[in-house]
Each structure stands twice: as C-alpha cells, then as structure tokens.
Antibody
C-alpha cells in the first residue's frame, strides 16, 4: 500500500531554512498524482503549503509563496520542502500527502520547532 | 481564495447519539468537498470525498451531504473512537487548497 514518511531536522534556528524530505513507498511518484505539504501549528488547524505534480509543476499557497520551494526526485521516489527565513510562527507538524483533489494518503507528520 | 467555515467549533454529544457537523464555503465548490477525521497525535484520515462518497473501509455510520456552499457530515450512533477533530476541505478551485478550521467532537 502507499506509504509516506517525512524526515528532516526537528529544530531550526530563526532566519534559517527548514528542509524536509518525504519518502514514498508503494507507488511511483512519476506515475501520477499531486504530492503536497500541509502543516499544523500546535493546537491549530491545517494549512496547505504547496503541491507538486508528478511532472514537476508546482503550486504554492500565496501566503508562503515567496519562501517556499517544493521539488521532486522521481529516481529516489522522494519530494522535498524548503521554507526559508523561518520564524517561530513556522513551528508546526509538517505532513506530506498524496492527492488528486482530496488527500488520500498522509505521512505521520514531523514536528519542526523554530527556536534559537 | 475560497474560505471554508465549520460549525460549531466544539460539539458535545453522548455515545450512541447522532452528531451533525456543518461546513460552509464562501462560494460554490460544487461537490468537490472532502471530510477528514484527525485523532490526537495522528495524521488526518480521509473519510468522505465528492461531498457524499465514503472511502473504502469507512463505517456506514459516517455520511456526507450537500453541494454548492453548504455541507454536512453526519455520524449516527457515535462510537468512542469517533471523538476527534473533523475538517472539511474544498478542492474545486485551487490553488490554494483550503481547509475549514475544524470541529472538535467531544464526549458529553
């Protein structure tokens, strides 16, 4: 079955770049679907960050667009999130997920704390 | 951007009773509406898409209805494992994908 797993540093300093990897198993990223990143600040709701299509086309949340880059490596079956110039408000659980319209498969999430 | 508004923020219901959760879109999303359940410490789980189609394996006590701007998730005969936070999401007009702020379903 399709599985997604986030990985990356759990602590990032303010003004630095948050970098996460999502490793997909059970499905080849290059075969289709959108692959997205969603975050959830502690105790709050879900915020879509952005998505990448299997072809490499990206879409970003306008509120984060200036700081976000999502990329994909189909040979590794991974996709990536980079969020630069982070502040404490970027502290959240970050999820990766596969979607067409609805999000059918999610990773377990990884907590990233922004703190010096 | 389409804004999704869920009500109520918190719903207190006794086990065995029915729960009705609402989601309203700021403009029509046709039937491009999904519902998710999120238990503490877990990722959201897709329950319903297309406003009313249950995902395989989701119990029949979960049902969705609505179209356009007004949607409802109904859980008949609540079980202990159903007490969680529920989110709606529209995918008719994106980017951006937008989620509601969530309804916490708690035990009365």
């Amino acid at each position: 079955q399709v599985q997604l797993q986030e990985s990356g540093p759990g602590l990032v300093k303010p003004s630095e770049t948050l970098s996460l990897t999502c490793t997909v198993s059970g499905y080849s990223i290059g075969s289709g679907y959108y692959w997205g990143w969603i975050r959830q600040p502690p105790g709050k709701g879900l915020e879509w960050i952005g998505s990448i299509y299997h072809s490499g086309t990206t879409n970003y949340n306008p509120s984060l667009k200036s700081r976000v880059t999502i990329s994909v490596d189909t040979s590794k079956n991974q996709f990536y999130l980079k969020l630069n110039s982070v502040t404490a408000t970027d502290t959240a659980v970050y999820f990766c997920a596969r979607h067409s319209g609805p999000y059918g498969y999610w990773g377990q999430g990884t907590l990233v704390t922004v703190s010096s | 951007e389409i804004v999704m508004t869920q009500s109520p923020a918190t719903l207190s219901v006794s086990p065995g009773e029915r729960a009705t959760l609402s989601c309203r879109a700021s403009q029509s999303v046709s039937s491009s509406l999904a519902w998710y359940q999120q238990r503490p410490g877990q990722a959201p789980r897709l329950l319903i898409y297309g406003a009313s189609t249950r995902v395989t394996g989701i119990p029949a006590r979960f049902s969705g209805s609505g179209s356009g701007t007004d949607f409802t998730l109904t859980i008949s005969s609540l079980q202990s494992e159903d007490f969680a936070v529920y989110y709606c999401q529209q995918y008719n007009n994106w980017p951006p994908n937008t989620f509601g702020q969530g309804t916490k379903l708690e035990i009365k």
